[in-house]
């Protein structure tokens, strides 16, 4: 609903940056706050992928490599700013190199899902707990509060990618969203 509302702000002032639907929508000052909203998330965003990235690397890493001989935590969230992170950022400038970085990530997603159903499928099912399934817990609402507010990464990056799309009508680019987010839903 909000990448909609979003959507037609952009259209009403003829802006095509996220920055510039807030300068049009809320003044300099809400300019500012957004602008600053935008860098601490895409901060946080980072972090969060270095995170993700530093746990999966190191149980794969401790199946693959000797015990004793498995790379820290902090090792591989440096080696994965130097060799990923860090050439991404000073290299990745034009759209067509970003579409082609997004592919190759998305490839690597696509097989990182392989891998886990295969595993999922080839693994005998544990034994059930006997707890029951606690659908709520206020008290993990912390955890749960950064995984929502990551969500609204998409709206920094929707207007750029509208940008890219050819002929970009709004059933088309409204078509596009619902299907990014159905895929996400998977």
């Not at 400038?93 to 999922?120: D, G, N, R, T």
């Not at 912390?142 to 929707?158: M, Q």
């Not at 799309?165 to 709004?170: K, S, V």
Request: charged letters at 15%; hydrophobic letters at 50%.
């Amino acid at each position: 609903i909000s990448l909609g509302y979003l959507l037609d702000a952009a259209q009403s002032c003829s802006k095509h940056t996220y920055e510039g639907v807030a300068e049009c929508m809320l003044g300099r000052v809400g300019w500012r706050i957004v602008y600053a909203c935008v860098v601490v998330l895409q901060i946080g965003s980072l972090v969060g992928f270095l995170n993700i990235l530093a746990d999966t690397c190191s149980s794969v890493a401790g199946t693959i490599i000797p015990p004793g001989m498995e790379p820290s935590r902090t090792t591989l969230m440096a080696a994965v700013t130097l060799a990923v992170f860090l050439p991404l950022a000073l290299f990745v400038k034009s759209e067509k190199s970003i579409a082609q970085a997004s592919s190759l990530s998305m490839s690597f997603i696509f097989i990182f899902m392989v891998v886990v159903v295969y595993e999922a499928a080839i693994t005998p099912p544990s034994k059930a707990s006997d707890e029951p399934l606690v659908w709520w817990d206020s008290t993990r609402v912390l955890v749960s509060f950064p995984v929502i507010c990551f969500g609204y990464t998409a709206h920094a990056v929707l207007l750029p990618i509208v940008r890219a799309l050819r002929n970009p009508t709004r059933a088309r680019v409204r078509a596009s969203v619902r299907g990014a987010l159905a895929l996400c839903t998977l």
